[in-house]
Every structure is written in C-alpha cells, then in structure tokens.
C-alpha cells in the first residue's frame, strides 16, 4: 500500500508564490510516476503536472507552464510542485497521484494513477 500526503497549501496574493509537498511512503518512491491534478469547486478535476520516475521527464498544462515546476526527490521520498506568479484561476484543492512505472503512461489521465493524497487547498485572492 501506497500513502501520499500532501502540504503546503493556503492562502495567497495574486502574483505570489507556493510550495506543495507531496510526501509518499509505502513503497519504493522512485519506482512511481508522479503526478499532480487539481479541483476547483464546481469543476471537473484538471491535470496540473506529472514527473516520470526519474525525474527525466516533465509534463505540464498549458494553463501553467512557465509558472510551476514539479520535480522530485528520491532520498526524500517527496515530489514538488514550485507554483508562481499565481492566479486566482489557480484556487483549487490540489492532489499528488501516483502510479507504478512500466506500460503505457498518461500522464495527463487521472484514470491512470493508482494512489491518491487526500488533497491540500490553495486559494489565490485577487
């Protein structure tokens, strides 16, 4: 069994920046793909960004690139999400997911991630 937590989440000013932690325990961590979607209330789940289990490989929304980084690290058993130059569009509750790496991976499926944090709430005020 897999446990993801996530952190990192609150309250800030349009234009500032966040930290979301995903810390993940169970299992060897750098045998996972990672990824990171989002919920705003009212809305359907969004892809936010993924990380292959190496690190090699990045993914990221169109509504984001250039403002978040994923990355990882595999000592630490946790992956990143650096968010800035934040939007209010942005407000969602955000969750890590992960996967087992091997076979065909979507990164931007949420159908394809086995694991799932219980999510941590980011709200950007205008």
């Keep these: 069994q897999v446990q993801l937590v996530e952190s990192g989440g609150g309250l800030v000013q349009a234009g500032g920046s966040l930290r979301l932690s ?3 325990s ?3 961590f750098s045998s996972y793909n990672m990824g990171w ?3 705003a209330p009212g809305k359907e789940r969004e892809f936010v960004t ?6 090699g490989m990045t993914n990221y929304a169109d509504s984001v690139k250039g403002r978040f980084t994923i990355s990882r690290d595999n000592v630490k058993n946790t992956v990143y999400l650096q ?4 939007k209010p569009e942005d407000t969602a509750n955000y969750y890590c997911a992960a996967v087992l790496w091997g076979g065909i991976y979507r990164p931007r499926v949420y159908s394809a991630y ?4 219980q999510g941590t709430q980011v709200t950007v005020s205008s």
């Design 22 to 24: 995903c810390a993940v």
């Design 26 to 28: 169970g299992r060897t």
């Design 37 to 39: 979607f989002r919920r």
């Design 50 to 55: 993924a990380i292959d289990w190496s690190g």
């Design 83 to 86: 968010m800035n130059s934040l």
């Design 114 to 117: 086995d694991y799932w944090g």
